[in-house]
Antibody, heavy 122, light 112 residues
Framework: VHLVESGGGMVQPGRSLRLSCAAS????????MHWVRQSPGTGLQWVSGISWDSGTMVYADSVKGRFTISRDNAKNSLYLQVNSLRVEDTALYYC????????????????WGQGILVTVSS | QSVLTQPPSVSGAPGQRVTISCTGSSSNIGSIYSVHWYQQLPGTAPKLLISGNSNRPSGIPDRFSASKSGTSASLAITGLQAEDEADYYCQSYDSSLSGLYVFGTGTKVTVL
């Protein structure tokens, strides 16, 4: 399993970015996928998840209405559109593979990318 | 923000046994939801260590074991090795909070 994130950078508050995750080494369209972030020097925070067929998308309350998760199974890619960025969104964003096809209460993250840094600062 | 509480740090000499606790509540660990554990070596991404309360994925040494009881879970590392020095996080699902999947506060394991 290989997950490679891209699209991060430094932006001003209120601006937008589109994060991407290129997946390989497994049957991408058989698994749900997630985004998890880690602020500098702190712990992990789950951000969003999407089922194998894009039928279910879930978000943490802290990003609901500002972030949109999507996937393109034909391109083996996962995306996170991040709008109205805030200083507190500054973090390393990880793409993570689910152990299951759907987003459920049982879910865990069995493979992770190396992360992409998003810095929000004026 | 984390609803699962872990001790900030634990330490032990090589060969010793250390345990890391993860304390939650009735809306997460104390309910039907499983606990999973991750290891994060310095400067790297997290890695799945234990899934479904006590199951080790292929390739994870049997020095790592975990259990769940009531509203808490614990990870044990026996025969501590220098390469075990890392941050460890528990994770579960929470039925009441704004973040559906919740992580612990993290524990730094130091090998003396």
């Amino acid at each position: 399993v290989h997950l490679v994130e891209s699209g991060g950078g430094m932006v001003q508050p209120g601006r937008s970015l589109r994060l991407s995750c290129a997946a390989s080494g497994f049957t991408f369209d058989a698994y749900a996928m997630h985004w998890v972030r880690q602020s500098p020097g702190t712990g992990l925070q789950w951000v969003s998840g999407i089922s194998w067929d894009s039928g279910t998308m879930v978000y943490a309350d802290s990003v609901k209405g500002r972030f949109t998760i999507s996937r393109d199974n034909a391109k083996n890619s996962l995306y996170l559109q991040v709008n109205s960025l805030r200083v507190e969104d500054t973090a390393l964003y990880y793409c993570a593979k689910s152990s299951l096809a759907t987003v459920t209460t049982l879910d865990w993250f069995d493979s992770w990318g190396q992360g992409i840094l998003v810095t929000v600062s004026s | 923000q984390s609803v699962l509480t872990q001790p900030p740090s634990v330490s032990g000499a090589p060969g010793q046994r250390v345990t890391i606790s993860c304390t939650g509540s009735s809306s997460n660990i104390g309910s039907i939801y499983s606990v999973h554990w991750y290891q994060q070596l310095p400067g790297t991404a997290p890695k799945l260590l234990i899934s479904g309360n006590s199951n080790r994925p292929s390739g994870i040494p049997d020095r790592f074991s975990a259990s769940k009881s009531g509203t808490s879970a614990s990870l044990a590392i026996t025969g501590l090795q220098a390469e075990d020095e890392a941050d460890y996080y528990c994770q579960s699902y929470d039925s009441s909070l704004s973040g559906l999947y919740v992580f612990g506060t993290g524990t730094k394991v130091t090998v003396l």
